[in-house]
């Protein structure tokens, strides 16, 4: 669908109306917020099939994928909205007035307040779970901010389906008027006005680093700024260590073709990057990963501008000396661009080419042969930060390797042992980030419920009568949740 | 004390040293970590008296204000030092393997994991609570990075002295070397090395508006751009409700008197702009506040620089058309340059002249006279991010005005009821912080154990065998802290 950009007056109106909406939504109790999500939820799940249609005709995702990636969008959206309303996040720590001190403390509680509205970047990749109703989406709302989508143009349509769904949402659970809002835009202008409008502030991104940074550059240089969080590009670095390669290079390998692979390696997470220490073991793997390649056939990918990167950062990457192309998958049709593609290359070329550090966002994997286990440590300490870090390795392996493990936990937001980095499960326990350039603030998560708090702040209230406190701070435990009370964790009224 | 600026020879060096360190440090236990800290607030509880002698002469500052500074960071140190221990902090989040839903979910466990070698600048007008020893050096260290301290010239032999007691409690605790390093430094070059050194990755700030912001800029431009956690400006308003005001008129300008005035203004929470409704309570206010000023002495301020600038401000301000000045302390001495000074001006004045709504670093304080509740909700809005917003107030005026009292909620970090901004407690319910530019990020606090995660980032193991978990995640809860299983807060064992 092509669709007109939003003008800079529609974005100013907006952005004013979301100002409005912020006063009223962020007086509403966290069972207020959380039905709203809860009837999103709810739209969503029962959506007209025309909705995953258009979804597969903007995307040239599956059926079956874009199925799954609604229901998990359903999943965030009820769980965070669980979590919203059993108010852990809101992290509350109470300290009564202590008198027999010097200098005497005063009665003080803690909770946690909205920033502001928050503008939402649709990601290519995730039409449901990164997009309009996704995990930023659903995160800003639990947290108490209005919401401003710009769609992807990837999937323009999708987009404002699925918006409609959520205005519809807001009237029927009775929200602030301009609670959610969307536009559309394709230019830089619609970005740049949304995050530097005085009355936005914060923002949520998923998708490039050239994207994110950009939006990161404007936030920061707005008079006041904004904090953007912008979960960018990673190379998921998989380290194979010696004895559990000796033990299960057939099976490492199966895993990492379909980990490759998989939604035609259009995932923030696909395994870019495979390290071994070079000998038969590490050489019968790559065979077996390029035959796996090989055998898969290629793909469309989610549009033009995506396939295009593709293509050139593949050629790139593949022309650099010392790289050698592994195998690639079948090309059947013109459409098919997503062409998986395995390469290798030596250490001591990736140690002195940073273009191969660099993502191909795609079915794209290089393997690197280091010398030894010296040079796969080398290799880490030059690596960029990064979402996750896989391990294949056995117990021994680990232990044998203290300095290279511990060196390894230091570069990613998550360390996947014997298996893939593809799949983010939705829970409490999931960071989704990791040091810049993978994200833009390490200390916050992208998914899991936790990633309320990226867009709330603590606020203090000092010697308040108790009447006068919000619910969650009143002597009595209104909510019944847990709350910090003088140290000690409590779920009891004062 | 006059001392050279260390080189950038010396500064590269100490921060190649500090990253160094951090291997080793951050693999220490939380135990490890807090019996450091306890080691030297024993050693600064206990140090001779040459130190507060010295703190004193170079300060200004009264020795019981010192002393009481002083036994604040002990507390400070050793209170962080059990939250540290106590590990609530880490926010361990644990979700077993799920094999009956679709997709099976793994096993995920989540922690935090420390950022790195943090450079801290010590602040003028706390010679210990915020400098060398002070709250981001406690937190850096309970989270797990070693320290880079840059002490404040206007302070450099107290700030040396007390690094030396940091380096003898290192020693003797057997933390690594390079733990914590120390460097003078009056010029930018100093600090802008400093903070764009490649191996520094967390920086804290206490002190002015230019110095937190130059800061941040030189972070933000890096090509690893880091987090800057600097508290700046606020003038910290004070709104006088009618009925309080017509209650307790005398009892208000009592407090507020020595609000303004103690350690000679030289507070970041001190009250720089207070908020009333013309009529006679609010003359009578204002002279009482007036009478009470003009009786109090002037004093030395902390350094030159801050003398200088304060006259400077203060002469900027009380030259605006419309402000008058109300009266100021008498001026016994010529090195008594802080004159306290309260000043007066009109509601509209105040909104049609931004210089009004600067800080006037020292005892300065601005009463502003409303038309009405209207005009005072005007200027609530247009005010900038404040750390602190205190309400003198009965019910009946919180109730009246809902829309005022919600407003005023949404521009600080903690609200005070019928107190005075200044003292700020050291606990967990303590958020000291709020929206720019009192703040770089409103989301985190200065003063309390909650500034440790300031300083540390969540990372989750996926998959891992329960002996190679860290302790915190293993399934016997070894160190008996709080864990969220399966979105249930527990002590138990799994």
Known sequence: MAVPDASLETIDTICNNAWKAFHEFRLLS???????????????????????????????LSEARLRLEKTRTVFQLTSYADAC?????????????????SPATPDLRKTMTPLGPVVVFGASNFPFAYSTPGGDTACALAAGCPVIVKGHPAHAATSQMVADLILEAARETGMPEHVFAHVHGSSFEVGKALVTHPRVKAVGFTGSFAGGKQLWDWANARPEPIPVFAE???????????EKLKQSSK????????????????????????????????????EMLGEGIAATPA????HPGIAKAYAEKRQTA?????????????????????????????????????????????PYSIVVRCRDLE????????????????????????????????????IAGRFVMNGVPTGVTVALSMHHGGPFPATTDSRFSAVGAD???????????QNWPDSLLPDELKNKNILNIWRTVNDELSKESL
């Open 30 to 60: 966290l069972k207020q917020r959380a039905g709203f999500m809860r009837a999103i939820a709810a739209k969503l799940d029962k959506a007209p099939a025309a909705l995953l249609q258009t979804a597969m005709e903007e995307t040239h």
């Open 85 to 101: 309303e059993r108010g852990n996040w809101l992290d509350v720590r109470i300290d009564t007035a202590k008198t027999d001190r």
């Open 232 to 242: 960018m590009g990673s190379v998921n670095p998989v380290f194979l260590f010696p």
């Open 251 to 286: 099976e490492i390998a199966g895993m990492y073709v379909e980990s490759v692979t998989t939604s035609v390696g259009q995932f923030c997470t696909n395994p870019g990057l495979i390290i071994g220490v070079e000998g038969n073991e590490l050489d019968n793997f790559i």
């Open 299 to 302: 793909a469309p990918m989610l």
């Open 318 to 362: 593949l022309s650099q000396d010392s790289v050698t192309e592994v195998a690639e998958s079948r090309n059947s049709t013109a459409q098919a661009e997503g062409i998986a593609t395995i390469a290798t290359a030596p250490g001591a070329a990736f140690l002195s080419n940073s273009v191969l550090h660099q993502e191909v966002f795609g």
């Open 375 to 410: 040079e796969m440590m080398q290799i880490v300490t030059r690596l960029e930060g990064q979402l996750t870090a896989s391990l294949m390795a056995t117990e021994n392996d680990v232990l044998q390797n203290p300095a290279l493990v511990e060196a390894i936990k230091n």
């Open 451 to 461: 990633g309320i708090k990226r867009l709330a702040r603590p606020v203090s209230f």
